[in-house]
């Protein structure tokens, strides 16, 4: 059995479901389980009908999921020639019912009906593309993961019972020998008492790991619109370098720091069970991508930058001098995590203890006033965060051109710097 990944981008229209097609038709004895993520920006559009339904904005409402319904059925219609088939009638129903929802009373949990309704684009999604290889072939099956990834109701971030879960993958795959390629929602679960749940904004690539874990696949691959995992964003570099093989590790590594090839909490159940994951082009299937696995022999050939834009960097003093160390960052760790701010980078001298995160005024007015009491505090904004995996002299200085630099830190294989333009 391997798991194949594909995201948004890879379904994203009619063309792009025909080369899905294209791509399993290269795997014609592999026994495959297939994780489809919502088709284009679906996802982001289910979030704002969510919000127009709590808004009670029924307008605007009615008017998205119009849009979106027909997005799906200019994909059908160009899919499928026989404009007869059910699956026309089955999409529009999914969201003609969507739309009546207006008629029912709504939940007060706003994240339990966010993923009654974000849902939708994965079920819509998976379904497209069953129908459509069903044209083709009778050994595939459309499998529910609402049915079959079980999780608590922490509804939008979900966590999941792996023993349930496989349980489930188990019997599910058993009960269907005759079938060779299993299509299945990513980023979806369910409750023991059978609610939808989510697993986190692009948490598709997880389930690719769940499922492989479960069934004890022999590789995963991600499907995607690069040529594999990059050593820097094309964002913002012009000469980027694909990493051919690296190991979980540094993969686990660079996802720590922000790089966003996969969803970090992917690796974790791979690497528990050395299940190779690589990350492939869709657009070149036949090129070698990268691959991800155990040996850590190729991991410092190349240096990696991860940019992290947008940042704040803030800075506390005791006010009496009195600089405990322990105490002064339990307090402020303790206020940090109560307002729901990440850190990104920290670092402490004698007299102060400096924190780097994401920039956002709220949480941040917050902090300040929090602190403010016992402490003399400073900040800065507008800052860039780069860190250098693999680092040499050369890099450092090609990247700090130009750069005030806040903050530098550096081990090892690893250096942070925290900087903002001249
Ligand atoms: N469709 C979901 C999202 O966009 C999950 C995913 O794509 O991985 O967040
Ligand atoms: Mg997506």
Not at 163 to 182: A, D, G, M, Q, V
Request: glycine share 4%; hydrophobic share 40%; charged share 25%.
């Amino acid at each position: 059995m391997k798991v194949f990944k594909f995201g948004g981008a890879s379904v994203k229209d009619a063309e792009a479901v025909k080369n899905v097609k294209s791509i399993l038709d290269k795997f014609p004895n592999d026994q495959l389980f297939v994780v489809v993520s919502a088709m284009g920006k679906t996802t982001n559009a289910l979030e704002k009908i969510t919000e127009a339904l709590f808004n009670k904005d029924y307008d605007q409402f009615r008017e998205l999921i119009q849009e979106r319904k027909q997005f799906h059925l200019a994909i059908l219609n160009e899919l499928f020639e026989d404009k007869t088939h059910p699956v026309f009638k089955e999409i529009q129903d999914i969201f003609n019912d969507l739309g009546n929802r207006v008629n029912i009373a709504i939940s007060e949990n706003y994240d339990f009906e966010y993923d009654q309704i974000v849902s939708l684009g994965e079920v819509v999604s998976t379904k497209i593309i069953h129908a459509y290889l069903g044209l083709f072939q009778n050994d595939v099956n459309w499998a529910d993961a609402r049915r079959l990834i079980r999780t608590n109701n922490n509804y939008r971030y979900a966590d999941v019972d792996w023993k349930k879960t496989e349980e489930l993958l188990l019997n599910y795959r058993n009960k269907f020998p005759s079938k060779r390629i299993f299509i299945t929602q990513g980023f979806l679960g369910h409750t023991p008492e059978n609610f939808t749940t989510t697993l986190g904004r692009e948490g598709s690539d997880f389930t690719a790991g769940i499922v492989a874990f479960c069934l004890n696949a022999k590789s995963v691959t991600i499907w995607k619109d690069v040529p594999g995992m990059l050593n820097a964003d094309p964002k913002w570099f012009d000469n980027t370098v694909k990493l051919d093989k690296i190991s979980f590790k540094e993969a686990i590594e660079l996802a720590y720091y922000g790089a966003s090839v996969i969803h970090p909490k992917t690796l974790k159940p791979l690497q528990n069970k050395t299940i190779p994951l690589y990350v492939k082009s869709f657009i070149s299937p036949e090129a070698e991508g990268t691959v991800i696995q155990q040996s850590t022999e190729n991991d410092s050939l190349i240096p990696s930058f991860i940019f992290k834009m947008n940042q704040t960097l803030l800075s506390i003093t005791p006010k009496d001098f009195s600089f405990i160390a322990e105490e002064n960052m339990s307090f402020i760790f303790k206020a940090m995590s109560e307002i729901g701010l990440r850190i990104n980078v920290m670092q402490n001298s004698a007299l102060s203890f400096s924190v780097c995160f994401d920039e956002n005024e709220r949480k941040l007015e917050e902090l300040v006033e929090r602190l403010s009491m016992d402490y003399i505090v400073r900040f800065n904004k507008d800052l860039e965060l780069v860190t250098i995996r693999h680092y040499d002299a050369e890099t450092i200085e090609r990247l700090t051109e130009r750069k005030d630099i806040l903050l530098e830190q550096k081990t090892r294989q690893t250096v942070r710097i925290v900087m903002k333009d001249i």
